[in-house]
């Protein structure tokens, strides 16, 4: 997106002041003295303890588990806490790297938790679900001089975890209260994070939500075996302690619009409400018994804990041979999820090869090893019933990679008479989501873009209402956490600015 | 969470269910419906509002047994809880003055079709009300119906009633008595909202049904609920759950509703297996 990259050319003058501050601290100084650069270049990087492939997937235990003390300090003294970070400007929410980094180095590793706190409201996920290899990773400086970066997101995971684990999880003091009620609609990343940052600035928040459980792709969309629902129930427990008031079963746009909450007296309004609207090939077929998309298969299984039928009531498909179309996080979240239900042949049917993959390259190699089928250069082109309107079969066509589109990846192209039937019992289309239309339907005056997208101005996240606010996949299609909680971050600031001239 | 504030069975199977649900009741209209979970391990289903009272804060739906969530509900009683109540989801009938409306419910439709004949008739419609039932004994709600239509008929496959004819049928005649209806609103069954539409097509009376598939989260979120209407995907629970019945792919409806039959009697038996050790 042409939009972010213009935002971080450069690390924000204050940005730079505050990580100096830290960069000249004694013990950092010293910490640098104790271990030359060539020594912690030697270091090799810590390897993430995983699960046995053969017998993790079969459940939804979580893969990785965690770094060790011991490695957490040695990777954290291959960081060779540079002058000039880049890795912070790699970062969508820039968050002081090094200064938590050298925290784990000194042993202190509930201070490096509460140091990313600082910036970051939700570092056990992000940690866990981040995109670092094509963030923070990629820039850092040890990569370009050894070929291997610093694994930050395994320290940043290590030291959020610790944190939390310790029991003694800090409540930072809150700022005078203002009395202004401001409503977060939708309660996934970037909604977590304005109400984190909305109420340590002393306003009254209330969180939105539609489903029975806040958190939105954190609890629907991302399984257990990936992030752990018990963090996730962590972090908005510590924002109820904070004072954020939850309402659930609430949909903005149904329940009541945003004019009657107006009414209510709530003053500033932040839209997080997701890419919530599932994208289909168009192909015959596609509405078969057996043929999901990623949101219903996922929602079916991670939020309604279809894979503890008949325990929790919601079925879903038990396949045998799943076909699972797309090459993203929600591809490799559905067909690792098929595989561990019990299909035998879990594939990947995918148009581009796997460099062109946007999946996070750690979920990639955890589906090779659990045994999934990757097909590149393949469609679907449409799908075959059996005599009760199951799908049994579909029909695929080899792709060839042609030209590059808008996107700079290059487009495939069809390879004539290439057609052939692969049987299946289960299909996921996992192509991308949308925009959800629901509260933009109800929400008059509120500027939407070509793609169903609302309509932000990208430096503020004003939408063409004042006082309402937008941030997260409602501003950009399918995209992270990390950039949701970014937009939320940005909001929270402009929207605490529109708050103080109000009475 | 919502309150259970009453819970009777109206006919063998058929049960209303009345929650404390003040939001939801200031905001409900005719035709929408709301999503529930009877319990913490329960599924997401869809029922159509079947009354409201804004002043009381009150929301009652009707719904029969029919698998493990039906059978959860019809054990509540007053005081419990359930988890979720959402709503009002779907987009509102459209109520306006249309002239001569039929409006036919079945079994748990007739409930349904309770606040459409109502809101019609308060627009000036002529309500011409359709009740269809299994057995003489399954007829409920005959006085409310009453109450909102200026004329009201039953059908049933039983001599206990003037014809023992199943619905469609006494649709055609009432179409050929009643010449300026304009408009058929048939809800209930799949079966029963289809059977109706093909005999009002030939009529060209425009008819409009209130769509069933399953659904998960009812916001649009998920697709669960497509169905075909014009060629043209849309999802029940945003789009509709009002549709042009002569427009639906039926075939593609009955199909995709028989999604998880085999793993509704395995989540009965071993719902059973708890309440009836």
């Known amino acids: 997106m042409a939009e972010e990259k213009e935002q971080k050319k450069e690390l924000a003058p204050e940005l730079k002041e505050r990580l100096k501050a830290g960069f000249d601290l004694e013990w950092r100084k010293e910490m640098r003295r104790a271990i030359p650069v060539k020594e912690r270049m030697k270091i090799p990087r810590r390897k993430m303890p995983e699960r046995e492939p053969e017998e993790r997937n079969r459940d939804f235990e979580e893969v990785n588990l965690g770094l060790s003390r011991e490695d957490a300090v040695l990777e954290a003294q291959r960081c060779l806490d540079c002058a000039n970070p880049q890795c912070v400007l790699g970062c969508p929410v820039a968050i002081d790297i090094p200064g938590f980094v050298k925290l784990i180095e000194k042993g202190e590793f509930e201070a490096g938790g509460r140091k990313l706190k600082e910036t970051n409201s939700l570092p056990a996920i992000c940690g866990r679900v981040c995109p670092q290899e094509t963030q923070c990773e990629e820039i850092c400086t040890l990569k370009k001089s050894t070929g291997v970066s610093v694994a930050i997101g395994n320290l940043e995971r290590f030291a959020a975890d610790f944190e939390r684990g310790s029991g003694d999880v800090f409540i930072p003091d809150l700022s005078p209260s203002t009395g202004k009620k401001v409503a977060v609609i939708g309660g996934g990343p970037a909604g977590l994070t304005v109400a984190g940052e909305m109420v340590k600035r002393g306003h009254r928040v209330t969180i939105f939500e539609a489903l029975h459980i806040s958190g939105g792709v954190l609890v629907y969309g991302i399984p257990e075996f990936r992030l752990p629902k018990a963090i996730l129930k962590a972090e908005v427990d510590y924002l109820c302690r904070l004072g954020v008031e939850v309402r659930t079963n609430f949909v903005v746009g149904k329940t009541a619009t945003l004019d009657d909450l107006k009414a209510q007296g709530y003053q500033a309004f932040f839209v997080g409400v997701g890419a919530g609207l599932p994208n289909f090939m168009k192909i015959p077929g596609e509405n078969l018994i057996g043929v999901y998309s990623a949101n219903e298969y996922l929602t079916r299984v991670n939020l309604m804990k279809a894979y503890d039928f008949p325990n929790y009531d919601t079925p879903v498909i038990l396949s045998k041979r799943a076909a699972v179309i797309g090459g993203g996080n929600v591809a490799m979240d559905s067909v690792r999820i098929a595989r561990r239900l019990g299909a035998e042949r879990a594939m990947i049917i995918y148009r581009r090869s796997r460099h062109e993959m946007p999946a996070r390259e750690e979920e990639v190699k955890h589906a090779e090893e659990e045994g999934i089928e990757f097909h590149f250069l393949t469609v679907p082109t449409r799908y075959i019933a059996d005599d009760k309107g199951r799908v049994k079969a579909m029909e695929c066509l080899r792709m060839e990679l042609g030209e590059p589109d808008a996107s700079g990846r290059r487009r495939p192209v069809p390879v004539a008479g290439s057609e052939f039937i692969s049987e299946v019992d289960m299909v996921v289309c996992a192509i991308g989501q949308s925009p959800n239309p629901l509260l933009i339907q109800t929400t008059p005056g509120l500027k939407v873009g070509k793609w169903g997208n609302i309509d932000v101005d990208w430096k503020t996240m004003a939408t063409s209402l004042p006082g309402v606010y937008a941030g997260g996949d409602i501003i950009r299609g399918g995209a992270t956490v990390i950039l949701a909680m970014g937009d939320g971050r940005v909001a929270a600031e402009e929207m605490d600015r529109f708050l103080k001239p109000l009475p | ?277």
């Open chain 2, 1 to 277: 969470m919502a309150k259970v504030l009453q819970r009777q069975r109206l006919v063998p199977n058929i049960h209303w269910l009345e929650l404390q649900a003040p939001e939801v009741a200031v905001k409900c209209q005719p035709g929408q419906f709301v999503i529930l979970m009877p319990d913490e391990r329960g599924e997401r289903i869809p029922l159509t509002i079947a009354d409201w009272d804004p002043q009381r804060g009150t929301v009652s739906v009707v719904f029969m047994c029919v698998g493990t969530s039906t059978h959860k509900l019809s054990l509540l009683k007053p005081g419990d809880e359930i988890p979720v109540f959402v709503g009002p989801l779907g987009r509102p009938s459209e109520i306006k003055n249309f002239g001569t409306v039929i409006c036919a419910g079945g079994c748990f439709g007739i409930a349904a079709i309770h606040p459409i004949a109502r809101a019609l008739k308060a627009a000036g419609n002529r309500v011409v009300t359709l009740l269809d039932v299994k057995a003489n004994y399954l007829l409920y709600w005959e006085d409310k119906l009453r109450a909102v239509s200026d004329s009201l008929h039953v059908s049933a496959r039983d001599e206990f009633f003037e014809t023992g004819d199943y619905i469609p049928r006494k649709l055609e005649s009432l179409l050929e008595q009643e010449k300026d209806a304009s408009l058929v609103v048939a809800i209930g069954c799949t079966y029963l909202m289809y059977r109706c539409a093909e005999a009002t097509k030939p009529k060209g009376v425009r008819t409009t049904v209130s769509l069933n598939p399953i659904m998960v989260d009812g916001t649009g979120m998920c697709g669960a609920c497509r169905v075909t209407v014009g060629g043209q995907t849309k999802f029940a629970c945003v789009d509709g759950p009002d549709f042009d019945g002569h427009q639906v792919d039926w075939d593609e409806l009955f199909a995709r509703r028989k999604s998880y039959g085999e793993e509704e009697i395995r989540s009965m038996c071993a719902w059973e297996k708890d309440v009836y050790p």
